[in-house]
Nanobody
C-alpha cells in the first residue's frame, strides 16, 4: 500500500506562484509513474503533469495548458514530489491531486488517464483570484 498526501494549496493572485507537495509513504518503489491532476467544479479531472521513473531515468510529461508555467521535481530523501506553479491564471483554480501508478508506462494516453492510477491523495485546493 502507498499513501499520498498533498499540501501547499491556497489562495493566490493571478500571476503568483504556489508549490504543491505530494508526500508518499508505505511501499518503497524504484519504478513508478506519478501524475498531477486537477479538477475544477463541474469539470472532469484532467491531467497536468507527470513523471515516470525507470532504471534511474526520469521522463516528464506536461500538458500544453501549463507548459512553460508548471514544473515537477522530486526529493528522493523525503519521498516527495513537488509541483511548482508559476504565472498562475484564474483558470488554474481547481483541486489538485497527485496519483501514483506502480507500473511504469511511457504511453501518453495512459499517463494522462486518471483511471490508470492505483493510488490517489486527498487533494489540495488552489484558488487563483483575478
Amino acid at each position: 500500500q502507498v499513501q499520498l498526501v498533498e499540501s501547499g494549496g491556497g489562495l493566490v493572485q493571478a500571476g503568483g506562484s504556489l508549490r504543491l507537495s505530494c508526500a508518499a509513504s508505505g511501499r518503497t518503489l524504484n519504478q513508478y509513474t506519478l501524475g498531477w491532476f486537477r479538477q475544477a467544479p463541474g469539470k472532469e479531472r484532467e491531467f497536468v503533469l507527470g513523471i515516470t521513473i525507470s532504471a534511474g531515468v526520469t521522463t516528464t510529461y506536461t500538458d500544453d495548458s501549463v507548459k512553460g508555467r508548471f514544473t515537477i521535481s522530486r526529493d528522493n530523501a523525503k519521498n516527495t514530489v513537488y509541483l511548482q506553479m508559476n504565472s498562475l491564471k484564474s483558470e488554474d483554480t481547481a483541486v489538485y491531486y497527485c496519483a501514483l501508478k506502480t507500473i511504469v508506462t511511457q504511453t501518453i494516453t495512459k499517463i494522462r488517464t486518471p483511471n490508470e492510477y492505483d493510488y490517489w491523495g486527498q487533494g489540495t485546493q488552489v484558488t487563483v483570484s483575478s
